[in-house]
């Protein structure tokens, strides 16, 4: 037998049933029926989950690391998560902490595409954080969309993402939105000299999104915005395998309150399946992530971790420029700070306070 | 501007901060920005979420409706999900209790296939309850599996569907899994005239599952059992509408715990998409669902609904032949009682607990 996968739960537990709940997450998370209904020595020894670990971490709530067959999972990136927290995820008191993943897992998904080091080479940015803005609200037509980012692109922005709403609506369809966007950037960088990258929101089915990446591609826009709870998580992982070339960030959206620790969430496996960046609730902002679990996030998506390129963690939700310089230091150079809302909130002055922003991220002292 | 989708949300606030906290959340679940910063009137008037009614149902807890813009979901099933619950299913004190959908999210969704009258038809089952059994544990070969299914058909039971664990693992690869259980199925109808309908498990992306469906109909199987949340909600909408002859089953392993309400997930919103037959946590097992809950998810299943068939609800997680007559009088004829691990828990009397789990249902006096 090979190897097998660890997961780490935290669970809500009296000292007296700890080791029944730990037995039954070992069960639910493997065969799921009785193990007193099994005979094949095979299931046995090599299928039922194994407890490995109870420790209590603080009064009643325990640390319980069980041991998945890494059979059951196999190279399928729906079957990874299934397995790591499918049913448990529907039981009350307990939560997926961690998740160590053997050698033959890894090595059946690619990690990011480009990774950091494709992003900045991609952007010209080099020694500094990355900035990105957002392009909202919904509902306005491709022209505004293209005027608002023609405007954040002469303030000298790295990114400019779709908001996470924007899908193939009828009052700004995804082709025609691609289109006037990058025309829009096209202008700016013939100027400037400089090409901020547009990342579209991919939307619809495996095969609507497989057109809209290749219209972006036909434009020169090589960058995606997925939200891998909505799109599913298979159809995330094959779109970044049939794109080899081309840069994908992840969005949170649907995807829970942290009952998957964000950090093992977004920062190992959505780096795994391969995001090149990705979107997550910064602390402080409209969301309830906490400092520590922010930056234990930041630290998985640049972790040396086999072989797997780095991929850039981006705060976001409710940021502003006030907070730029906190971020930095918080955060470091390896980061993407989007500011949505925040900086449209400036109208007529968005394309000045866009050139601010740039200055202060590019003017930080990174330690 | 078309009728708005009116979202129903339960949120944790102080009676000083209610408004506040309605406003967010409707500006979060549409236009996704600060409000005085959006000048277009389309936008303001027919896009950004309108907050319709607040009312306290608990101390310290209300009810929230929020009116959001058709136009901005479209007829994209993962967007449907996306602008109900996306970013807001990320912050704290925040349930999606219900939607009510205008004619024009309706009618841009299919419903079930062939529903609970097409089920019925399919297993010769009138007047009574469904009974189904499930194939488990994971690790056994296809061969063993098969004798599982024969031996539970035997009994006479009307379905039987794949533990939701099984992939397409080469323990037991979907191809040569259906193939040696149709195989079993068909011998035993050889016999007893009886064809119990088995549902395989289906995983991967959009393509692999088409593959397995083509597969599974050569094979004179024609339901499936898929995870929604695992699989991706565009591509579980996606299946039911181009094999419009099939049935599926839904699992809610992953679904996460009702954040959003399983009345609504399960009941109205999964068997929109297409939804046959709904696997949810019964009250009283392994999982936390108040019988209230169960009720409204099974009212929501049978309910005349926009033209759309009734599905079945498909209680389930730690049932029991003790708990037969209390499940039938609770949730009533229109209803598939899944039991799994405690009748393959029986081993070699299993057909003789299948055929008395059988009987009973269909002994059961109906109110």
Redesign the interface.
């Given at each position: 037998m090979s190897a097998r996968i660890i997961a780490t739960y935290h669970v809500t537990a009296d000292a007296a049933s700890i080791e029944a709940r730990a037995r039954?997450i070992a069960v639910?998370q493997?065969?799921?029926?009785?193990v007193?209904?099994?005979?094949?020595p095979?299931?046995l020894n090599?299928?039922?989950g194994r407890v490995d670990e109870i420790r209590e971490i603080t009064p009643g709530r325990y640390r319980v690391r069980i041991g998945l067959?890494t059979?059951?999972v196999?190279g399928?990136a729906?079957?990874l998560?299934?397995?790591l927290?499918?049913?448990t995820?529907?039981?009350?008191g307990v939560d997926l902490a961690d998740a160590d993943l053997p050698d033959a897992i890894l090595a059946a998904h690619p990690g990011p595409n480009i990774g950091t080091p494709g992003l900045r080479a991609r952007t010209g940015a080099h020694g500094r954080a990355l900035t990105c803005g957002?392009l909202?609200?919904?509902?306005?037509p491709p022209e505004?969309l293209a005027s608002l980012a023609g405007r954040m692109a002469a303030g000298g922005i790295d990114l400019i993402k779709d908001?996470?709403?924007l899908?193939?609506?009828?009052?700004s369809p995804f082709t025609h939105r691609v289109d006037r966007i990058a025309e829009a950037l096209d202008q700016v960088a013939a100027r400037s000299g400089k090409r901020t990258l547009y990342i579209p929101s991919l939307?619809?089915?495996?095969?609507?999104m497989r057109g809209q990446i290749r219209h972006a591609i036909s434009r020169g826009v090589d960058a995606f915005l997925i939200?891998p709870?909505?799109?599913?998580?298979?159809?995330f992982?094959?779109l970044v395998r049939e794109f080899p070339a081309c840069a994908f960030m992840t969005h949170?959206?649907?995807?829970?309150?942290?009952?998957i620790a964000p950090p093992l969430f977004y920062g190992k496996l959505f780096r795994l399946l391969g995001a090149d960046a990705v979107v997550y609730?910064n602390h402080g902002g409209?969301?309830?992530y906490s400092t520590a679990t922010c930056l234990e996030l930041a630290e998985n998506c640049r972790a040396d971790w086999a072989g797997k390129l780095p991929c850039l963690p981006t705060p976001a939700?409710g940021m502003t420029t006030a907070r730029i310089p906190e971020m930095l230091d918080f955060y470091g150079a390896d980061t993407i700070l989007l500011i949505?809302?925040?900086l449209?909130?400036?109208?007529e002055r968005l394309t000045r306070e866009v050139a601010a922003f740039a200055a202060a991220v590019a003017a930080h002292r990174y330690s």
């Amino acid at each position: 037998m090979s190897a097998r996968i660890i997961a780490t739960y935290h669970v809500t537990a009296d000292a007296a049933s700890i080791e029944a709940r730990a037995r039954g997450i070992a069960v639910e998370q493997s065969v799921e029926m009785p193990v007193e209904g099994i005979d094949d020595p095979v299931v046995l020894n090599g299928i039922v989950g194994r407890v490995d670990e109870i420790r209590e971490i603080t009064p009643g709530r325990y640390r319980v690391r069980i041991g998945l067959a890494t059979e059951t999972v196999g190279g399928d990136a729906g079957q990874l998560f299934n397995m790591l927290f499918g049913n448990t995820s529907i039981q009350e008191g307990v939560d997926l902490a961690d998740a160590d993943l053997p050698d033959a897992i890894l090595a059946a998904h690619p990690g990011p595409n480009i990774g950091t080091p494709g992003l900045r080479a991609r952007t010209g940015a080099h020694g500094r954080a990355l900035t990105c803005g957002a392009l909202k609200p919904q509902g306005l037509p491709p022209e505004g969309l293209a005027s608002l980012a023609g405007r954040m692109a002469a303030g000298g922005i790295d990114l400019i993402k779709d908001d996470h709403g924007l899908a193939d609506q009828p009052y700004s369809p995804f082709t025609h939105r691609v289109d006037r966007i990058a025309e829009a950037l096209d202008q700016v960088a013939a100027r400037s000299g400089k090409r901020t990258l547009y990342i579209p929101s991919l939307s619809g089915n495996l095969d609507a999104m497989r057109g809209q990446i290749r219209h972006a591609i036909s434009r020169g826009v090589d960058a995606f915005l997925i939200a891998p709870i909505v799109a599913g998580i298979p159809t995330f992982a094959t779109l970044v395998r049939e794109f080899p070339a081309c840069a994908f960030m992840t969005h949170p959206t649907l995807s829970g309150i942290a009952r998957i620790a964000p950090p093992l969430f977004y920062g190992k496996l959505f780096r795994l399946l391969g995001a090149d960046a990705v979107v997550y609730p910064n602390h402080g902002g409209r969301f309830g992530y906490s400092t520590a679990t922010c930056l234990e996030l930041a630290e998985n998506c640049r972790a040396d971790w086999a072989g797997k390129l780095p991929c850039l963690p981006t705060p976001a939700g409710g940021m502003t420029t006030a907070r730029i310089p906190e971020m930095l230091d918080f955060y470091g150079a390896d980061t993407i700070l989007l500011i949505g809302g925040a900086l449209l909130a400036t109208r007529e002055r968005l394309t000045r306070e866009v050139a601010a922003f740039a200055a202060a991220v590019a003017a930080h002292r990174y330690s």
